[in-house]
Every structure is written in C-alpha cells, then in structure tokens.
Antibody, heavy 117, light 108 residues
Framework: QVQLVQSGPEVKKPGASVKVSCKAS????????INWVRQAPGPGLEWMGW????????NYAQKFQGRVTMTTDTSTSTAYMEVTGLRFDDTAVYYC??????????WGQGTLVTVSS | EIVLTQSPGTLSLSPGERATLSCRAS???????LAWYQQKPGQAPRLLIY???RRATGIPDRFSGSGSGTDFTLSISRLEPEDFAVYYC?????????FGQGTKLEIK
C-alpha cells in the first residue's frame, strides 16, 4: 500500500534552517509528484509547492520563493523540503502528499516544526 | 491568487441527517480543479473528492461533490458518527493552490 513516512519533530531557533524528509513506498516514486502543505496551530492548510519526482522541476508558492527548496532522491524514493531563515510563524505541521493531478491523494503523517528561542 | 471561502464556519447536525457544505471561489476555478478533504484531530487530511465531483478511492458514495466555476458543494447524504470532522476545499487550477479556511461539522 502507498505510504509516505516523514522525519520526526524538530525544534529550531529563529534564523535557522530545517530539512524535512518524506520517504515513499508502495508505488513507483517517479510516477507522481510530491506536494508540500503546512498547517499552523489551529485549523487552516497552506500549499507550499510541488516537485516533479521525474524531472526535479519545482513550482513554489510565491510566498515561499527564496526560502524553500524542494528536492528528491530517486535512489531512496525520498523527497525533501528545506526551509531557511525560520521565523516564529513558521511553527507548523509540515505534510508531504502524493500529487494526483494537482490534488493530494496520499499524505504523510506530518512533521511538527517548532521555532522557539 | 484565488481565495476560497467556505460556509458555514460550523455546521451542527445529527447522525442520519444530510450535510451541505459550500466553497466559493474569488474567481473561476479552471477545469473544475477543485478537491475536498476531511481532517480529524491529530490526523492528516484525507482526500474525498477531486475534479469537483469524482470520489477518491475508497470513499463511500454518501459523499458527493458538485459545482463549477466559482461555486462548489460537498454533500454528505446520511451522516455517520465518523463523518464529524473539519472539511476543506482546495483549488489546484491556478498556482498557488489555495485552501479554504474549513468547515467544522459537529454533532448536534
């Protein structure tokens, strides 16, 4: 069955960087892109961007341009998302999700990133 | 960017009743690229509907989606206890792929 397993929780100081991983299994990794979505405390979801696992092409939300980098390692079927220059309002649960024509068909379990001084 | 406004913010119903959730877009959503998700506390969202009206794999037929352009609806024909959750719409026709703010479906 399709599974996306993300890395564990992180606590970072303002200005630091964090890199979240998302390991896929149960399907051919390069057959579908990966979206990254975050959820700050409380309700509300925010799409951050998409990466093609086949070509490595990316499409970032303008809000995150210059601060977010999405990459993949096809040898390990793993997607990564790095956020630099962390701010307090970057505290959120970060999800990876397998793209299905733009929607998000399968989701990882989420990674809590806490930005605290 | 396309802003999605969901209504109502909270919907209080009883099991067995019908639920109707609305999602209105600030501009037309191309090719009906509109999805609905269900999220329960402590869990990741779950895809229910994509392409405005197509049920995702394994989704019961009591869930249905409709609409086009700027107005979309998620209907749940007979509420089961496990349906009480937060529901989000998302458009993926125009980047950035925005979400609505959510509708909380609670037990009356």
């Amino acid at each position: 069955q399709v599974q996306l397993v993300q890395s564990g929780p992180e606590v970072k100081k303002p200005g630091a960087s964090v890199k979240v991983s998302c390991k896929a299994s149960g399907y051919t990794f390069t057959s579908a892109g990966i979206n990254w979505v975050r959820q700050a405390p409380g309700p509300g979801l925010e799409w951050m961007g998409w990466i093609s696992t086949y070509t490595g092409n990316t499409n970032y939300a303008q809000k995150f341009q210059g601060r977010v980098t999405m990459t993949t390692d096809t040898s390990t079927s793993t997607a990564y998302m790095e956020v630099t220059g962390l701010r307090f309002d970057d505290t959120a649960v970060y999800y990876c999700a397998r793209d299905y024509y733009g929607s998000n068909e399968y989701w990882g379990q989420g990674t809590l990133v806490t930005v605290s001084s | 960017e396309i802003v999605l406004t969901q209504s109502p913010g909270t919907l209080s119903l009883s099991p067995g009743e019908r639920a109707t959730l609305s999602c209105r877009a600030s501009q037309s959503v191309s090719s009906s690229y509109l999805a609905w998700y269900q999220q329960k506390p402590g869990q990741a969202p779950r895809l229910l509907i994509y392409g405005a009206s197509r049920r995702a794999t394994g989704i019961p037929d009591r869930f249905s989606g409709s609409g086009s352009g700027t107005d979309f609806t998620l209907s749940i024909s007979r509420l089961e206890p496990e349906d009480f959750a937060v529901y989000y719409c998302q458009q993926y026709g125009s980047s950035p792929y925005t979400f609505g703010q959510g509708t909380k479906l609670e037990i009356k």
